[in-house]
């Protein structure tokens, strides 16, 4: 039991020495869950960058399913956002709007998810460093 603990100890050190720096950005999205209300066609959400630099993201939303247990994620034409993507002004709000299009009204629950993923910037990547992108993944209901 003690030689694992020591070995583990061992390859955390090791990884730690390897990468010289570790970097995420700091993007909040608000609400963290979306309901349309009844018969409503669009909603928001709002994103902030907690950062001291701007963050570019992209903004993509997907039909939502789930089958034998794993989420499915299809392309859909029945809900847009706007903007797609967008650069994060440190210490501001952004506004992305989600619009239902489909001309029909839903006949029972529709559900989506809103991905908001944080885009690499290539100006301030250097070897031996690590960068670690930030991922989204709201749910969104139109009823």
Do not use: C
Not at 32 to 61: E, F, H, M, Y
Not at 99 to 110: F, G, I
């Amino acid at each position: 039991m003690m030689m694992r603990v020591i070995r583990a100890a061992v390859a955390v050190l090791a990884l730690a020495v390897s990468v010289d720096v570790v970097s995420a950005a700091s993007i909040r999205v608000a609400p963290i869950s979306v309901r349309a209300p009844a018969g409503g066609n669009t909603a928001s959400v709002r994103l902030w960058n907690d950062d001291r630099k701007p963050i570019a993201v992209q903004v993509r939303i997907f039909k939502w399913s789930v089958k034998n247990g794993k989420d499915v994620l299809e392309p859909t034409k029945n809900v847009v956002v706007s903007p797609p993507m967008t650069t994060l002004v440190p210490g501001t709000a952004n506004v992305i709007r989600i619009v239902r299009v489909a001309k029909e009204a839903p006949v029972r629950k529709e559900s989506y998810r809103l991905i908001v993923d944080q885009l690499p910037d290539r100006t301030t990547s250097k070897a031996g460093t690590v960068s670690i992108m930030v991922r989204h993944a709201i749910p969104v209901y139109f009823e």
